[in-house]
């Protein structure tokens, strides 16, 4: 096994956009992998992939996140993510409710 990437999948109701500034802001770059394949020009107008079929995919897509994972990753940076994480979905449930 070669782990590459770090995905998490944001609770249901968080806006990944704003989870992703308020760990940009605490110094944590994240990013966005493995859109759902139908959103793809290749199979955007194919008769084998079906968008209508896909409303799991696109519920669990909009709330893939992918956080740092690098091989010099310590111990320490592992609780720095963790921590700017909790304290990302708190700010933003927080936000969403008032």
Known sequence: MAPHILPVLLPVGVT????QQAMKEQGIQTSVHYPPIHTF????????????????????????LTLPLYADLTEDDIDLVVRA?????AQTVAQAEG
Do not use: F, M, P, Y
Request: hydrophobic share 40%.
């Open 41 to 64: 020009t290749l199979h955007r107008d194919s008769e084998l992939v079906r968008a209508e079929q896909l409303s799991g995919v696109d519920s669990v897509a909009e709330r893939l």
């Open 85 to 89: 994480l909790k304290h990302s979905l």
């Open 16 to 19: 990944r956009l704003a989870v």
